[in-house]
């Protein structure tokens, strides 16, 4: 099956700074590449996503690359504030006929330092 | 208000002694899931639904059951709980019968079994 590596785990940054997160999947097959917040005590809340026919897609302060060729993804966030603070999750999809599946990283705790 | 929502929100209970953790969402979506989140592990995969009455196993089913008998319901049925299976469940839905696009997570349900 799919398997999604994360990076880092943990990501400390300073109040307006850019922060990078990174992720690799081993299934050339997915081609859905979302990415989730998780705020203390909520569920998960989509953010932004990917499909494998574009290579970048932006919103605001938020962007996500992607490299099929390498099979890695990343989201960057510029601009950071506090309320960027959270855990990050990326995912990709595996999908054969008739399924649906969808495997996360393990995430990173992203903590911005006002 | 559009929502995803399970429960019982926190629940304790003993080895063996068999469980269902509801989950209902009002958004007329297709695709329904459940997740459990571990420390270090991240998001893994359960089970998921394209459809009514049409199931397929995640990443780590085993210990778990699921049934879709309505389009709007989706309960977690846990026949002999163990230890290992406490965790925080999360029930997820999604537009899409194929999950592509926004999965709406619910508030989780933390699980302890003793």
């Known amino acids: 099956g799919e398997n999604v590596e994360q990076h880092p785990s943990t990501l400390s940054v300073q109040e307006g700074d850019s922060a990078v997160i990174k992720c690799t999947y081993s299934?050339?097959?997915?081609?859905?590449f979302p990415w989730y917040k998780q705020e203390l005590g909520k569920g998960p809340q989509l953010i932004i996503d990917?499909?494998?026919?574009?290579g970048e897609k932006k919103d605001q302060r938020i962007a996500v690359t992607l490299n099929k060729t390498a099979k890695h993804f990343s989201l960057h966030i510029t601009e950071t504030q506090p309320e960027d603070s959270a855990v990050y999750f990326c995912?990709?999809?595996?999908?054969?006929?008739?399924?649906?599946?969808?495997?996360f990283g393990k995430g990173t705790k992203l903590s911005v330092i006002p | 208000e559009a929502q995803v929502t399970q429960n019982p929100r926190y629940l304790i209970t003993v080895t063996g002694k068999k469980l269902t953790v509801t989950c209902s969402q009002n958004?007329?979506?297709?695709?329904m899931s459940w997740y459990r989140q571990d420390p270090g592990l991240g998001l893994r995969q359960i089970y998921y639904?394209?459809?009514?009455?049409?199931?397929d196993k995640g990443d780590v089913p085993e210990g778990y059951k699921v049934s879709r008998k309505e389009k709007r319901n989706f309960p977690l049925i846990l026949e002999s709980p163990s230890p290992n299976q406490t965790s925080l469940y999360f029930c997820?839905?999604?537009?899409?019968?194929?999950?592509?696009?926004?999965?709406?997570f619910g508030p989780g349900t933390r699980l302890t079994v003793t």
């Open positions: 997820a839905s999604s537009r899409s019968g194929d999950g592509r696009g926004e999965q709406y």
């Open positions: 299934d050339s097959a997915s081609n859905y």
């Open positions: 990917i499909r494998s026919n574009v």
């Open positions: 995912a990709a999809s595996t999908s054969g006929a008739g399924s649906y599946q969808l495997t």
């Open positions: 958004m007329n979506h297709e695709y």
């Open positions: 639904s394209m459809n009514v009455e049409v199931t």
